[in-house]
């Protein structure tokens, strides 16, 4: 089993539409998580960190079970713009900074 | 833009030969991972030097080598180049305390291909 597990789509959503990524995590020693962007051939870049309490920005909601050991991200009124790979990030290993990716998913707005 | 800058950009080797890539972190970062992106995949962690000390590594052969420099500047070194070793190679950085750290900010990576 994958240490981070996420559906690789693609999901392909029109403008205007509501879109939700889930991963699961199997350490439940688990401390931090994020969500980062990666757009085709660039970097990954941090969307947003992810709390227990669940924490909102603009359009993008993460949310976190640490009891389900899952992780969510809802992007709501969905932009061209926001076509790219979602990465869900885990760091586990107190120690060491070490994030644990999973695959991606892959997300394609339609006009 | 994250202010971490990797060199080069691009870099194209023959097999068996070897690779050195450079990172420089972001100012006031102590700590710089590295991590190999394969196409279709997600990051896989290679090592994590802090204070220029290693200070863990994923499931990568010892053929992968690092360094950090006082300045915390690192690089990434590859001996014996395969053909798998072909990926986009991700330096990320942080400031952290061994206990606690920032969140991680990468650079724009190396794309190495590998022939």
């Known amino acids: 089993r994958k240490e981070v597990e996420q559906d690789p789509g693609p999901f392909n959503v029109p403008e205007g539409a509501t879109v939700a990524f889930n991963c699961t995590y199997s350490?439940?020693?688990?401390?931090?998580f994020f969500w980062y962007r990666q757009d085709c051939r660039k970097e990954p870049k941090l969307l947003m960190s992810?709390?227990?309490s669940g924490n909102e920005d603009g359009r993008f909601t993460a949310q976190l079970n640490r009891a389900s050991q899952y992780i969510s991200l809802l992007i709501r009124d969905s932009k061209l713009s926001d076509s790219a790979t979602y990465l869900c990030?885990?760091?586990?290993?107190?120690?060491?900074?070490?994030?644990?990716f999973g695959t991606g998913t892959r997300l394609k707005v339609l006009a | 833009e994250t202010g971490v800058t990797q060199s080069p950009t691009h870099l194209i080797k023959t097999r068996g030969q070897q690779v050195t890539l450079r990172c420089s972190s972001q100012?006031?970062?102590?700590?710089v991972s590295w991590y190999q992106q394969a196409l279709g995949q997600g990051p896989q962690f290679i090592f994590q030097?802090?204070?220029?000390?290693?200070?863990g590594r994923g499931n990568f052969p010892p053929r992968f080598s690092g360094l950090q420099f006082p300045n915390y500047s690192s690089e990434l070194n590859v001996n014996a180049l395969e053909l798998d070793d072909s990926a986009l190679y991700l330096c990320?950085?942080?400031?952290?305390?061994?206990?606690?750290?920032?969140?991680?900010?990468f650079g724009q990576g190396t794309r190495l291909t590998v022939v």
């Open positions: 990320a950085s942080s400031l952290g305390d061994r206990e606690v750290w920032t969140e991680a900010f």
């Open positions: 350490n439940s020693a688990s401390q931090s």
């Open positions: 992810v709390y227990s």
């Open positions: 990030v885990v760091n586990g290993t107190s120690g060491t900074y070490k994030y644990i």
């Open positions: 100012s006031g970062h102590n700590t």
């Open positions: 030097y802090y204070r220029e000390e290693e200070n």
